[in-house]
């Protein structure tokens, strides 16, 4: 728990930087899964920062984000493609050909081929060493809305209402947000060698609360990181404030 997100994100960089030079020293690449939304953006600009002012370099970082509204053109508004590109990618010195982003332009009929393939892009580099996640109100992780299970993977998903609700200022009204997006699955989630999970404000502290101290439930597919050895939960104070 830190005073704020500043120091919170700051930190967090400077743990991945650590990693990608752990992983540099070993002559392997760093695997790192991310997420979008509001709560890394800050973490994105401190990774541009040591790139720019401390020559951090990321030549040796190969990227799979988690999700992505569907269907979605790479360049609108709102595809998750345009937001990596905006905070992080067109500021750092990463090969295009090592970001893998979910492709919202595939037809629904080959989705699940999608999904497979995304999951052997992944299997095929090592698997991921640090996943990044946020997390959303009705304890989503990625897009797994509730009813995702432990065991699922990258697939179609349904958006819950309330996510449709917050996003709604992103896409000018809620009837324009997508009604479905194309996310890693928990259980995808769940093979990455370690997690760390991002919480701000204290929009997040109820569910935060139940993530942290509730049983696992597909309810709440966010608890079944409890499940895994190597997670940390990163809060602001507004975000720790329901923990007992
Ligand atoms: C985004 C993602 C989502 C968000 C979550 C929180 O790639 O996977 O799970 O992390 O919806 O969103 P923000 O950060 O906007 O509160």
């Known amino acids: 728990i830190y005073p704020d997100s500043e120091l919170a994100s700051v930190a967090v960089a400077r743990d991945i930087v650590q990693l990608m030079q752990q992983r540099q020293a070993e002559g392997r690449p760093c695997v790192l899964g991310l997420a979008t939304g509001s709560t890394p953006t800050r973490l994105y600009e401190e990774l541009v920062r040591l790139h720019q002012e401390e020559g951090v370099s990321f030549q040796n970082v190969i990227t799979f984000n988690l999700d992505e509204y569907y269907p979605m053109a790479p360049d609108s508004l709102q595809s998750y493609v345009r937001f990596m590109h905006e905070y992080l990618f067109d500021h ?38 640090l996943q990044i996640l946020g997390i959303g109100r009705t304890g989503h992780i990625g897009f797994n809305e509730p009813g995702s299970g432990p065991a699922s993977r990258t697939r179609l998903i349904t958006l819950d209402q309330i996510t449709r609700t917050d996003a709604a200022s992103d896409f000018f009204g809620e009837e324009n947000v997508p009604r479905r997006a194309i996310t890693m699955g928990v259980g995808t989630i769940l093979e990455a060698r370690a997690i760390v999970l991002l919480a701000w404000g204290e929009g997040k502290a109820a569910v935060v609360k139940r993530m942290v101290e509730g049983a696992m439930t597909d309810s709440v597919p966010a608890t079944y990181l409890q499940k895994h050895p190597h997670v940390r939960v990163i809060l602001d104070e507004a975000a720790a404030a329901e923990l007992t």
């Open 92 to 129: 750092i010195d990463i090969r295009p050909e090592n970001v893998h982003i979910p492709d919202g332009t595939v037809s629904a009929g080959e989705v699940a081929d999608f999904g497979r393939r995304y999951e052997q892009q992944i299997v095929a580099v090592g698997g991921i060493d």
